[in-house]
Every structure is written in structure tokens, then in C-alpha cells.
């Protein structure tokens, strides 16, 4: 048998990806799942988007590879958005579109980091970023926080971890998995340490933007001492109920953009070229649908803190974004089920998935260990009956 690089041995199977694939094998075997697993909106595409989709196919214009770092069309309609909703001044020249934010973030990493380089990376974290990091084979540098400090890295934090080797810090904001958003004055409190060390440079993951509940979004990329020391990562998935079109891009120092470029002409090429068309309507065209996908993921978010408060011992920030609870539920830890003892997430997301049969997320694939992400990207119906089935799941822990 062949055996495996050593470069994939040190990368974990994604934690979203594999609770996902489980819950399928079990709903293949007839049982009735209810998945909140994975980070996606359960609304269909907006249809002037797709029908941008369907006219770029007729008009045979786009038959053909696209440019690697994509249409140019499409990079000025983004340099669009970032000037009406952010206040950004890019050109084409600083954007690069990719095969979604996951190959945005990677291809950033891999032109960049070497072995020895540090990444500095807040936890809880989505679950790729310290895998992408050591693929690079450099090391991150976790930074924990609490429940009870809103999951929120502190500016002391930040100073503490930064050092010599510091080459990022990567952060969200809307945060996956916890829903947090840092408000202007903490991200200014960051800007004012990262001052100090101009050689950390940040990547900022902004794919949640339109899903905040705590007013305007704030980019640390608006502040001018940052700009030319931030890559601003964004895409269509979670905004625009766009999760399969696959596209995501980078807003950065034309530098790197154009390191990424190169990266991605020998990984990918192009990204797909309909797609990409689309994008422009999705950014360009009536911004409604967003709006309307917004206020029913904060009316699903009542719901389910709701339901929360009403099963003992579980512990949960207030979420201000995106579409997860990351609840703290390592009060059940220790206890048993049929003789099976739940000794951590891990355990208790596989005896939720197998006696209440509903998916979700063990924390450690996020760096908390103690906690459990749920999506509530998903019907209201479907969310009654999954947190009535959790409630039920955790009563038989003994």
C-alpha cells in the first residue's frame, strides 16, 4: 500500500464534514436524522441570481477557461461592494477569486508561510484554519477563550501571543462556530497592538457579514494603519444561500494578490466561469433576499436560545452572528447511557446522533473542547423537534 505524505498526516479530517457524512450513513439506514451539522443556509438560491446563471450559459461567452484570478467584470463588481458596504478602496489588481473561502485561505497561507513562521489563530476557530496552517508546516499559536467572555479574544491576549515569528493573526467575525462578533471598539483595541508589530499581518474572514445581528459590520481592513497589512477573505455561501456555486475571494495588498494568483494557476486555474457571472448579480442586483435570509436566522436564533434555557445545566453564549449556538455542555460529561460512559464532545455528539438522532458538531474540531456546535440554518419545525430531541438525549444521561 502506498503510504500518505507526511505533509497529509498532519492534517485532521474535517470535524463539520465527517459528523455530516455519519448522519448521512444513519439517515441511509432508514433513521429519521436531524442535521444540524453543517454551515449551510437551508434557502434556495435567489432566482435573479440564477437566471444571471442561465443567461451567461445561452450567451456561450463563458464556455471557455476563465482568467485565474477571475473575470474582470466581476473583480470590479466586488471592488463594488467593498466600497458601499465597507468603505474599502480596492482595485482589480487587489482581488483574487477563488473555488470558495476555504481555497482563499489556503492559497494566502501557502504563498506565505514556512516552516518555523507562527500563525496566530483564536479558539474557538473554524475548524480549517490550524489545518490549512499545518499543511504550510508552520505552528499555530491557539489563543483560548470563554463562554463567559463571549468567546472574544482580548487585545491583551493578542499582545501576549504575539512574537518575533508572528506571520498572522486569522480570526471571523461573524464567528463560525460561536456566532460572535467583535464590535469597532474591540477591533480598534487590536489595531492599536498590532501597531506596535508591523510584521503580523491579518486575515480577516468576513464570509458571515451579512448575517449580524449587532448592527453594522466592521472590517479591521477600514482602519488605515491596517489596510495594507490585512487580506480580507469573503464569498457568496452563507450570504447568499450560494454554498454550492463556489466562490470566494481575497481583498488584499496587490502583493499578494498577485502571489495567489500564481499559486492558483497551478492548483485550480479559474474558478467556474458561470458562476463567477452569476456572482456579479448576486453582488450587484437586488440585495432583499439577504435581508430577508437575515431576519429569519435571528428569528430561528430566539428560538433556539429559548429552547436552550429550558434544558439543565447547559451554558451558552448569545450569538450577535452568523447561524450557530456553541453551547457548553461538559456538565454532562462523566455521565452515562446504557452503560457507555460520555467521557468528552466527542463521545456526547455520537450519543446524540445515535440515541436522539440529531447531528451536530464536537467543539474539539473547533478547539474547544467542551462545548457542541449546532446549526440553526435549518427549518423551524426541524429545530423544535431537534432541541426537543436533544432535551430528551441528555434527560437519560445518568
Not at 491583551?156 to 460572535?180: C, D, H, M, R
Request: net charge neutral; hydrophobic share 40%; proline share 5%.
Amino acid at each position: 500500500m502506498l503510504p500518505t505524505s507526511n505533509t497529509l498526516n498532519r492534517v485532521s479530517e474535517s470535524a463539520t464534514i465527517k459528523m455530516a457524512q455519519l448522519s448521512r450513513e444513519l439517515a441511509a439506514k432508514g433513521v429519521n436524522v436531524i442535521s444540524l451539522s453543517l454551515g449551510e443556509p437551508d434557502f434556495n438560491t435567489p432566482k435573479h441570481i440564477k437566471e444571471a446563471a442561465k443567461q451567461a450559459i445561452d450567451s456561450g461567452k463563458y464556455d471557455s477557461y476563465s482568467p485565474i484570478s477571475g473575470y474582470l467584470d466581476l473583480k470590479q463588481a466586488i471592488c463594488k461592494k467593498l466600497k458601499r458596504d465597507n468603505n474599502l478602496d480596492y482595485k482589480p489588481e487587489n482581488i483574487v477569486v477563488s473555488t470558495g473561502a476555504k481555497q482563499s485561505l489556503a492559497n494566502v497561507f501557502i504563498s506565505f508561510l514556512n516552516e518555523g513562521d507562527e500563525v496566530i489563530i483564536p479558539a474557538p476557530f473554524w475548524v480549517s484554519y490550524p489545518e490549512q496552517v499545518k499543511l504550510c508546516n508552520a505552528t499555530c499559536v491557539i489563543v483560548p477563550t470563554s463562554v463567559d467572555a463571549d468567546f472574544k479574544m482580548t487585545a491583551a491576549q493578542l499582545e501576549n501571543a504575539i512574537t518575533p515569528k508572528t506571520k498572522f493573526l486569522v480570526y471571523s467575525s461573524p464567528s463560525n462556530p460561536t456566532g460572535s462578533v467583535y464590535t469597532r471598539e474591540e477591533i480598534e483595541a487590536f489595531v492599536k497592538v498590532l501597531e506596535k508589530h508591523p510584521h503580523v499581518h491579518v486575515i480577516s474572514d468576513e464570509i458571515y457579514e451579512h448575517i449580524n445581528y449587532a448592527g453594522k459590520h466592521v472590517s479591521i481592513a477600514e482602519f488605515p494603519s491596517m489596510k495594507d497589512r490585512t487580506i480580507v477573505v469573503n464569498g457568496q455561501a452563507k450570504g447568499y444561500a450560494m454554498t454550492g456555486w463556489r466562490i470566494g475571494y481575497i481583498a488584499a495588498p496587490a502583493y499578494i494578490a498577485k502571489a495567489c494568483d500564481k499559486l492558483q494557476g497551478q492548483i485550480t486555474s479559474g474558478t467556474n466561469s458561470v458562476a463567477q457571472h452569476a456572482t456579479i448579480a448576486a453582488l450587484l442586483g437586488d440585495q432583499a433576499p439577504t435581508e430577508v435570509f437575515r431576519q429569519a436566522f435571528q428569528k430561528r436564533r430566539y428560538l433556539v436560545l429559548g429552547m436552550l434555557k429550558d434544558i439543565p445545566n447547559v451554558k451558552c453564549n448569545i450569538p450577535t452572528g452568523a447561524f450557530y449556538v456553541f453551547p457548553d455542555l461538559s456538565a454532562y460529561f462523566g455521565k452515562s447511557y446504557e452503560g457507555e460512559v460520555i467521557k468528552d464532545a466527542d463521545d456526547l455528539c455520537l450519543f446524540l446522533l445515535n440515541v436522539g438522532h440529531i447531528a451536530a458538531v464536537s467543539g474539539s474540531g473547533f478547539g474547544t473542547p467542551e462545548c457542541v456546535r449546532f446549526s440553526y440554518a435549518a427549518s423551524e419545525e426541524n429545530l423544535k423537534e431537534a432541541f426537543t430531541r436533544l432535551k430528551n438525549a441528555l434527560a437519560k444521561l445518568a
